[in-house]
């Protein structure tokens, strides 16, 4: 009995030596451990809590925030703008899910793949735009890996755009952390995107694959999940109560709902250690050195051919000067010479309109004028057709009353004047002219014969200017036009509301808080304070998530950005809100 027991003790020994061996002899996964953690608080960078934070593990989409850094980059150099059409390579079509159902050779706004990449991590939204600017999935690879540097994150190495498990495609959570307060402070005009619950990807409408971390935490507004079979469960998350803002990075959970109880726990120990009022150092901006800024600029935008397919643009974009800029000119001078302009032109386009005009017909009034104008003295008299004919008593009448002061004229007038037939209304006109003048007068009372008693009265008449009765006329040239009646002006409109039209799409958000009179009276304060620059904006609290969030709204890109600078700059927290 003891023989079989002892036999059988000895099998089983040896059993379990036999299954030990086999397990330390099995491969085992890259890295020390497959969990990390690090909290950080966002306003100084001051690591508050670190486990394996320095351990190369698998980021799986927490890659996504590079690539989405890389696109607002080249968004801020000129390079993109977010209607920019990307043509979807063959590479980025094929990628798996998560996805957002893109075809090669289909066309698509940045804007689109930026919310496709940042909300619902969509894998080949994030290759379109790392194929589109690298020219290639290696090419931006290179671009990756040179960002990462240039950001400090010392211990990542990137091969993709989207972060699917690949060879040598690893980060570690302080790297990750550190891109995820990069995009916070170097592009906080994008950074409400990571917060958005849905949005309109172009194709379909999709959903933040972290909403559920988002709707449980009070003051979470991002950032960015993860998951692969190799990664485990990745989150970098941000919230900001108060004047507090903590940023966390954990690696490895075990399911979607143990991380987010994870990334709670960290944001509590963060809220917890983070002093109330810290000064704000905002990281300087990346250092590219000119070997980058080469690689930078080595490949353009595919072209617009099947697949997406190009070739390769190589430029050397090292700045050999920088020539100061000249001053801007005088917006007054220039609105001045502009319209000294406008007025020689006018006047160019009459001359030539002028010249080029056909005469008026003959009998016309535009004849008559013209034939005035025309009659000046030193100008040549030109033959003008007769007028229609008048009736005779008028002509017999017109003719007596003109022809003995034309008689009595000085022989040097006479011989200046110019020659016009009688009857016509250039004879009358300069007859008329004559009449009125008082050297023809007196010219008529010394070439009288008879001198009565009422000649004195009629020198004294002659030498008092009277003014003569306008002749009779046919068909009269120039008379008075009616004025036009005064048009009622309208009345000025009153604004009663500022519109958020006209780029003023833009907000700060400051917080969110407790109770909506908490939020109200920091947006009064803050109001007060900052005036210079959200004076223009609207006072606006907004219900969402078990708090109030303060914004303002109704502000410009320019006027948002400057305001948050200023109010960063007296450590108080606050990130602009875009479209």
């Known amino acids: ?7 059988y003790a000895r099998n089983f020994v040896c059993l379990v030596a036999l299954i030990v061996v086999a397990a330390c002899s099995s ?63 063959r590479n980025a079509a094929s990628k798996p899910p998560s996805r957002l159902g893109l075809k090669a050779g289909q066309k698509i706004a940045v804007r689109h793949l930026i919310r496709a990449a940042a909300i619902k991590s969509a894998n080949d939204a994030a290759s379109a735009l790392g194929d589109h600017i690298g020219g290639s999935e290696q090419g931006f690879a290179r671009r990756m890996n040179a960002t990462a540097k240039a950001l400090g994150m010392r211990n990542s190495t990137f091969k993709n755009a989207n972060g699917l498990t690949e060879a040598g495609h690893l980060s570690t959570a302080a790297d990750m952390n550190t891109l995820g307060r990069r995009l916070f402070y170097d592009f906080p005009q994008y950074y409400n995107i990571f917060s958005r619950r849905t949005a309109d990807a172009g194709l379909a409408a999709v959903r933040n694959t972290n909403t559920r971390f988002l709707d449980a935490y009070e003051g979470a507004d991002g950032i960015k999940t993860g998951y692969t079979n190799a990664a485990g469960f990745n989150l970098t998350g941000s919230a900001q109560r108060g004047n507090v803002r903590i940023i966390a ?34 990281p300087p901006a990346p250092n590219y050195s000119a070997d980058v800024e080469a690689l930078i600029a080595e490949a353009d935008a595919l072209p617009e051919v099947e697949g997406g397919a190009g070739k390769t643009i190589r430029l050397q974009m090292a700045v ?41 017909p003959p009998g016309t009034l535009d004849a008559q004028a013209v034939a005035m104008a025309q009659a000046a003295p030193g100008a040549e008299t030109p033959v003008i057709p007769a007028p ?36 016509t ?52 040239i120039f008379d008075r036009v009616a004025e036009a009646p005064d048009l009622e002006t309208e009345p000025e409109p009153v604004v009663i509301r500022l519109s958020t039209s006209n780029a003023r799409h833009w907000g ?44 303002f709204l109704g502000l410009t890109q320019e006027q948002a950005d400057l305001a948050c600078r200023r109010l960063q700059a007296r450590a108080v927290q606050c990130f602009t809100m875009g479209p």
Do not use: W
Not at 337 to 359: G, H, M, T
């Open 27 to 89: 491969p085992q996964p890259s890295g020390a451990a497959p969990y990390a953690a690090i909290v950080q608080d966002a306003r100084t960078g001051e690591v508050l809590f670190s486990e394996n934070a320095e351990t190369r593990l698998h980021p799986a989409s927490l890659t996504k925030m590079l690539t989405l850094y890389i696109t607002f980059e080249e968004i801020q150099r000129g390079r993109l703008t977010l209607d920019t059409m990307v043509t979807v390579t």
């Open 320 to 360: 050999a000067s920088s020539p100061r800029p000249a001053a801007r000119p005088d917006a007054r001078k220039i609105a001045a010479a502009e319209e000294a302009v406008e007025a020689i032109q006018d006047d160019i386009a009459a001359a030539l309109a002028e010249a080029v005009a056909e005469p008026p």
């Open 508 to 551: 700060v958000h400051l917080g969110k808080f407790n109770s909506r009179s908490e939020a109200e009276r920091l947006l009064l304060k803050t109001q007060l304070a900052e005036s210079a620059t959200l004076n223009d904006g609207l006072r606006k609290v907004v219900q969402k998530g078990g708090g109030y969030d303060a914004n």
């Open 249 to 282: 990075t954990v690696f490895g959970g075990a399911s979607t709902a143990a991380r987010n109880a994870k990334m709670a726990q960290l944001l509590d120990i963060g809220f917890k250690r983070a002093p109330a009022n810290a000064p704000t150092r905002v």
């Open 425 to 476: 209304l250039d004879g009358q006109a300069i007859a008329l002219a004559a009449e009125t003048t008082l050297d023809a007068q007196a010219a008529q009372i010394a070439a009288s014969d008879e001198m009565t008693v009422s000649a004195p009265m009629q020198l004294a008449a002659a030498v008092v200017p009277v003014a003569p009765e306008a002749p009779k006329r046919n068909a009269p």
């Open 388 to 423: 229609p004919a008048r009736p005779e008593n008028l002509l017999a009448e017109a003719t007596t009353e003109t022809q003995p002061e034309a008689e009595a004229l000085p022989e040097a007038t006479v011989a200046a004047a110019p020659v016009a037939e009688p009857g």
């Open 1 to 7: 009995m003891t023989t079989h027991l002892g036999r």
